[in-house]
């Protein structure tokens, strides 16, 4: 079973550019996470999605971040301008639809650096 | 709001040793626990989780946890770890929301 991917991997850009991330989840999992991972710290939920419509995003920093998940499959997140707080690395996990389990499975992450 | 802590920031063990590493948690009703590793150069993944039941979860490679209530606490166990097991270890939970909150994570160092 092929996992969840993304990318780029890396990203380097300098502070007020933007940037966008890519995430293609597993097959048939309905819902899509992305999350934001500072370094030292543990993962930070931005928005979910379930099929494509959005979940939870109320720590997502929407004057900045946007995320859609068009057609309910891949989904782009996107940070415009970007400040360098926002240095990070972004995860994409998906699950299936039954929240019952709720087993995430992670993709390998971008990591961004903003300069 | 619901929160985890996770109190050892690096752990250094020789192989053989036992593991223990703590996460507590702060959320007053019904909680799934869950610990996640993340191996050097791998993706995070799920050691194991708690839903119900046995509060004594086994999971894969010898890693076990315990759900104490009274303590709010989820601690993960191994009786002897080896070198493979270096890796950075995460404690979530999730509460009556939808979403996981993950602790500030746990490096482990397992020494030849």
């Known amino acids: 079973e092929a996992g969840v991917a993304q990318s780029p991997r890396y990203k380097i850009i300098e502070k007020r550019q933007s940037v966008a991330f890519w995430c293609n989840p597993i097959?048939?999992?309905?819902?899509l996470y992305w999350y934001q991972q500072i370094l030292g710290q543990g993962p930070k939920l931005l928005i979910q999605?379930?099929?494509?419509?959005?979940?939870?995003d109320s720590q997502l920093p929407k004057d900045r971040f946007s995320a859609e998940r068009l057609k309910g499959v891949d989904s782009t997140l996107k940070i415009q301008p970007a400040k360098l707080e926002d240095s990070a690395v972004y995860l994409c996990?998906?699950?299936?639809?039954?929240?019952?389990?709720?087993?995430?499975?992670f993709g390998p992450g971008t990591r961004l650096t903003v300069t | 709001a619901q929160s985890v802590s996770q109190h050892n920031h690096h752990v250094i063990l020789s192989e053989a040793a036992s593991l223990e590493l703590g996460c507590n948690y702060s959320?007053?009703?019904?909680?799934?626990l869950f610990w996640y590793v993340q191996y050097p150069g791998q993706h995070l993944q799920l050691l194991l989780k708690?839903?119900?039941?046995?509060?004594l979860v086994k999971g894969i490679k010898g890693f076990e946890a315990e759900f104490i209530k009274s303590k709010f606490s989820f601690n993960l166990r191994k009786p002897s770890v080896q070198w493979s097991d270096t890796a950075e270890y995460f404690c979530?939970?999730?509460?009556?929301?939808?979403?996981?909150?993950f602790g500030s994570g746990t490096q482990l160092t397992v020494l030849p």
């Open positions: 999605f379930q099929n494509n419509g959005v979940v939870d």
């Open positions: 979530a939970v999730k509460g009556s929301a939808r979403q996981l909150t």
């Open positions: 708690y839903f119900s039941g046995d509060p």
């Open positions: 097959s048939g999992h309905a819902t």
């Open positions: 996990a998906s699950s299936e639809m039954d929240i019952q389990t709720y087993e995430q499975y």
């Open positions: 959320y007053g009703g019904t909680v799934n």
